[in-house]
């Protein structure tokens, strides 16, 4: 462990056992737990039916179509994006580019496609994009994640789910988050169980 210790803050006795305002404004959960940058993610939303996009997104791509699924990894739908005659694909656009140009954004979403190098997310800001890799094609969920540096000049900040060859792909719990942002860290379950007590917490060191 590192040599950077936090503070003494909590005193060993019963009456400072800390609230949750006293834990909270010491270890801010916005820098923990950073916001997502976009709605619906977990694709739980379609106010416009099973068959039309899901709330806050769009869909593009001639002939593409879509459909909302239970065969999901989280919550209780996600999203089947199939591929017309060209690629096809879901876009929305975050209406959080303020403060974040020069920033770096993370993105990731689990992904499940049966094709082969069709499959895969891209990050957009007006300026420039970044991809991820492609889903493997095995048919099973896959974890995906890309990084992207925001342009100074950047005009949007927008998250595709893409489906690039014949076939359908399956998009559930998307994410895109302000990677600058994540300065914290969560204990691991060693250190909860071992170390974060009220004696503890004096000398619990950040990596």
């Known amino acids: 462990m590192g040599d950077k210790r936090i503070p003494v803050i ?5 009456a400072e056992i800390p609230s949750a305002s006293k834990f909270n404004n010491n270890f801010s959960h916005l820098n923990l737990v950073p916001w997502n940058l976009i709605n619906n993610g977990g694709m739980e939303q379609w106010s416009g039916g099973a068959s039309v996009a899901p709330d806050d997104w769009t869909l593009f791509g001639a002939g593409a179509s879509l459909a909302r699924v239970t065969d999901r990894k989280q919550g209780d739908y996600a999203l089947a994006l199939t591929y017309g005659s060209a690629d096809a694909y879901l876009k929305q656009v975050s209406g959080e580019l303020v403060g974040l140009k020069g920033h770096t954004v993370k993105a990731w979403a689990w992904v499940k496609c049966s094709t082969p190098n069709a ?7 007006g300026v420039g994009s970044s991809v991820s890799a492609f889903h493997n094609g095995t048919g099973l969920w896959e974890f995906i994640s890309l990084t992207h540096e925001v342009a100074s000049s950047a005009t949007e900040l927008s998250i595709e789910l893409h ?4 076939g359908t792909a399956y998009y559930d719990a998307v994410v895109l988050v302000d990677y600058d942002d994540i300065t914290g860290f969560f204990p691991s379950g060693k250190d909860l169980s071992g170390e974060l007590t009220a004696t503890g917490l004096a000398s619990l060191s950040a990596d």
């Not at 489906?163 to 014949?166: D, V």
Request: hydrophobic share 45%.
């Open 119 to 125: 499959a895969r997310l891209r990050i957009r800001d």
């Open 163 to 166: 489906m690039e060859a014949g």
């Open 10 to 14: 909590f005193q060993d006795s019963a």
